[in-house]
Each structure stands twice: as C-alpha cells, then as structure tokens.
C-alpha cells in the first residue's frame, strides 16, 4: 500500500516542483488506498503564497486534476460494476460511505451531488456510486464542478493562512 507523508511530499515538490502536488490530487481522487486525503490542496496554497503558483493556476490546475479522477472513476465503476460492488460489499467501511453517498443523491438529488464532493472522506468516493447507478454522466460532472470546487478553494486557502505550519 502507497503510504505519504508531509516529509515525503515536501521531499517530492523540491524534487519535482509544484506539478507534483497535481499529480498528487489527481492519485488521491483515484481513491488510491494509503493516500493522505487532503495533504496536496494545503500545500499548493502555501506554494501560492510563496509565490510558486498563481492562485487561479492553483486553483484550475487543481479543478482540472480532480476532475480528471473523478472521470477515470466514474467511467471504471460503471465498466466494473460487479467487482467493485463485491469489493464495497465486503469492507463495511466502503459499504458505510457507499450508503451515506446513495443517500444524499437520493435525499436531495442535485443539490446532494454537489454536497457530496464537499464533504471529507465521501467527496472522492461520490464517483463509484454514480459509475454504478448509471447517473448520467454530463449532468454528475457539472454538478460535481461547484462542490469539487469549493473542497479545494477552501483548502488552498488553508494553505495559503497557514503557511507557516506547512511548509
């Protein structure tokens, strides 16, 4: 299993530049087991604040990396319905966010999207979900823009604050 930490990334950005941390948010929306959810997003703010980065090229580079995640997710999970499904079934974690996802969909429709790519832990695995319920695309990715959006404005701008306990 991939396991990072902040040493590793900060290790991984001086190495490789900011780039890195895109590479990063589009792994961790893959739903990479190991990854710490959330690590990148702080870090390119602080790279903002730096100077490395333009907020909106960290912003949109971010949005763009994400997006592509949730793609590649949606299109598997609907490609391999059944393995996946047999996966989440088996781990009561998975099976627990499944449910909390399914519901906020069907509870409040398009406004649950949306709540569901804003909320910690669930925001990634929203995409399986959709994959597996045959949501239609076009409409589950512009919903999930404003939501995916908000996650990760509001945490460059953690970064940005609180540089100083990042990097």
């Known amino acids: 299993?991939?396991?990072?930490?902040?040493?590793?990334?900060?290790s991984f950005v001086a190495q490789y530049g900011p780039?890195?941390?895109?590479?990063l948010v589009f792994v961790e929306y893959l739903n990479v087991?190991?990854?710490?959810?959330?690590i990148a997003l702080p870090v390119v703010g602080a790279f903002v604040?730096?100077?490395s980065v333009s907020f909106l090229g960290a912003l949109l580079w971010s949005?763009?990396?994400?997006?592509?995640g949730m793609?590649?997710?949606?299109?598997l999970s609907r490609l391999f319905h059944a393995p996946f499904a047999r996966y989440i079934s088996i781990r009561p974690k998975y099976a627990k966010m499944y449910g909390r996802v399914?519901?906020?969909m069907d509870r409040y429709g398009a406004p649950g999207l949306v709540i569901t790519r804003m909320v910690p832990v669930i925001r990634?695995?929203?995409s399986i979900p959709a994959g597996f319920l045959d949501y239609p695309f076009c409409r589950y990715f512009y919903l999930s823009v404003p939501g995916t959006a908000v996650y990760i404005l509001v945490n460059i701008l953690i970064g940005y604050y609180f540089t100083g306990a990042i990097l």
Do not use: C, H, R, W
């Open 1 to 10: 299993m991939l396991e990072l930490n902040g040493a590793d990334l900060s």
């Open 124 to 126: 990634t695995f929203s």
């Open 102 to 104: 399914t519901y906020l």
């Open 49 to 51: 604040k730096i100077g």
């Open 71 to 75: 793609i590649i997710v949606y299109y």
């Open 63 to 68: 949005l763009l990396s994400a997006q592509l």
């Open 33 to 38: 087991p190991g990854m710490l959810g959330g």
């Open 19 to 23: 780039v890195i941390l895109y590479v």
